[in-house]
């Protein structure tokens, strides 16, 4: 293993080893509590660009799963076609592996997809870094190539127009109701939870405008990056919600880009949710649920106007973890309730989309 450098953007230095594919990189140091499910957070689009953290100290004891596709397309065991994290930084990597389902170990994945992976770096202590200074800009350094420094284009950069669909694809064609599904970055289990429960769903590119196109209900999904850089994507969701009121369901990014289509700021968390233990309540009622979330930013429900309320709101932060509008069926979570990886509390939220289409 060669010997690594992770520089943060204010000078703090982690040595480690190298046990992915060896190239230097840049991006945004995030962190992720999840006890399990590296397969899906690497191939989950919305860590476009991030260099991700994971918390627990050991990682690859279960190895990765084959990477087959579905008849329908989606990846069996994944959640798109390829890793998208820019990088894996862990504690300690397990490279003899142990699972009924693994063909491979990480290291070995993560050299085929030439995505680099560090290990040996103190965890605890990067992620109290990055909680108390929020998310900060990283580079991962050959420590025996000094000079060859990487360079992160991040700030600005649209990540969901690198990770959506270039065409519209269709999966379950000719069953039941037809459910447009904007592709911000959308995870594989999204799709596959709304196939299993009977409808066509047409996959759009992130800034098509399917608004003439015959569908019953509108589906926003995940997706990597800054929302702000997603006006196309806004303007076509009010153009919608001005001319239909057909049933809008969004996720992750999806409630974002619903909340500023509603007129709603955008902020940037400090550090974000990330994890499968994020604790969120039911506006108005006192459930509570156990949620999955990767996300980097958040509705400001100060700012939506009347015609709207919180859905749910997480009960670590207070911030926001859904939308819904008081006449129409449109509604929102910013959690994950396909989960893959984590719990599967809130699978309901696919049955009352269901439920809304006429």
Same mark, same amino acid.
């Given at each position: 293993?060669?010997n690594v *450098?992770? &520089? +943060?953007?204010?000078g703090?230095?982690?040595? $480690?080893?190298?046990?992915?594919? %060896?190239?230097p990189?840049a991006?945004?140091?995030v962190?992720?509590t999840?006890?399990?499910g590296?397969?899906?957070s690497?191939?989950d689009?919305?860590y476009?660009g991030?260099?991700m953290?994971l918390?627990?100290?050991?990682?690859g004891?279960?190895?990765?799963?084959?990477f087959?596709?579905?008849?329908n397309?989606?990846?069996?065991?994944?959640?798109?076609?390829?890793?998208?994290?820019?990088?894996?930084?862990?504690?300690?990597?397990?490279e003899a592996?142990s699972?009924?389902?693994?063909?491979?170990?990480?290291?070995?994945?993560?050299?085929r997809e030439r995505?680099?992976?560090?290990?040996g770096?103190?965890t605890?202590?990067? *992620?109290? &870094? +990055?909680?108390d200074h929020?998310?900060?800009? $990283?580079q991962?350094?050959?420590? %025996?190539?000094?000079?060859?420094?990487?360079?992160a284009?991040?700030e600005?950069?649209?990540?969901?127009?690198q990770?959506?669909?270039?065409?519209?694809?269709?999966?379950?064609?000719?069953?039941?109701?037809?459910?447009?599904?904007?592709d911000?970055g959308?995870?594989?289990n999204?799709?596959?939870?709304?196939?299993?429960r009977?409808?066509?769903?047409?996959?759009?590119?992130?800034?098509?405008?399917?608004?003439?196109m015959?569908?019953?209900?509108?589906?926003?999904a995940?997706?990597?990056?800054?929302p702000?850089?997603c006006?196309?994507?806004?303007d076509?969701?009010r153009?919608h919600m001005?001319?239909?009121?057909?049933?809008?369901?969004?996720?992750?990014?999806?409630?974002?880009?619903?909340?500023k289509?509603a007129?709603?700021?955008i902020?940037?968390l400090?550090?974000?949710?990330?994890s499968?233990n994020q604790?969120v309540r039911?506006?108005?009622t006192e459930?509570?649920?156990?949620?999955?979330q990767?996300?980097?930013y958040?509705?400001?429900?100060?700012?939506?106007?009347d015609?709207w309320?919180?859905?749910?709101v997480?009960m670590n932060?207070g911030?926001?973890?859904?939308i819904?509008?008081?006449?129409n069926?449109?509604?929102?979570s910013?959690?994950?309730?396909?989960?893959c990886?984590?719990?599967?509390?809130?699978m309901?939220m696919?049955?009352?989309?269901i439920?809304?289409?006429?």
């Amino acid at each position: 293993m060669k010997n690594v *450098t992770l &520089v +943060l953007s204010d000078g703090t230095k982690f040595h $480690g080893q190298s046990f992915g594919y %060896d190239a230097p990189v840049a991006g945004e140091v995030v962190f992720n509590t999840a006890m399990m499910g590296y397969p899906e957070s690497l191939t989950d689009p919305s860590y476009a660009g991030q260099l991700m953290t994971l918390t627990f100290p050991l990682v690859g004891n279960y190895g990765v799963p084959p990477f087959t596709t579905e008849a329908n397309g989606l990846p069996t065991f994944m959640e798109s076609d390829k890793i998208h994290a820019s990088a894996i930084i862990v504690a300690d990597y397990c490279e003899a592996y142990s699972h009924w389902n693994a063909v491979e170990s990480l290291g070995d994945w993560l050299k085929r997809e030439r995505v680099p992976g560090i290990t040996g770096i103190d965890t605890r202590q990067l *992620t109290k &870094v +990055l909680r108390d200074h929020g998310v900060m800009m $990283g580079q991962i350094i050959f420590d %025996d190539e000094p000079d060859n420094i990487p360079r992160a284009d991040y700030e600005g950069v649209n990540f969901v127009d690198q990770v959506s669909c270039k065409e519209v694809v269709k999966y379950n064609e000719g069953a039941g109701k037809k459910v447009v599904l904007v592709d911000c970055g959308v995870k594989a289990n999204i799709i596959r939870s709304l196939v299993k429960r009977g409808v066509e769903v047409i996959r759009v590119p992130w800034n098509h405008d399917y608004t003439a196109m015959s569908y019953d209900g509108l589906f926003l999904a995940n997706g990597p990056g800054d929302p702000d850089t997603c006006q196309a994507a806004v303007d076509i969701i009010r153009k919608h919600m001005s001319i239909s009121s057909k049933p809008i369901c969004g996720i992750c990014m999806g409630n974002q880009l619903l909340g500023k289509a509603a007129g709603a700021n955008i902020y940037k968390l400090k550090y974000g949710h990330r994890s499968h233990n994020q604790p969120v309540r039911m506006v108005g009622t006192e459930r509570c649920y156990i949620t999955s979330q990767n996300h980097g930013y958040a509705v400001d429900t100060s700012t939506l106007d009347d015609d709207w309320q919180e859905l749910f709101v997480n009960m670590n932060d207070g911030s926001n973890e859904g939308i819904r509008h008081k006449t129409n069926p449109w509604f929102t979570s910013q959690f994950h309730p396909e989960a893959c990886a984590g719990p599967v509390d809130t699978m309901f939220m696919f049955d009352k989309f269901i439920e809304t289409l006429k």
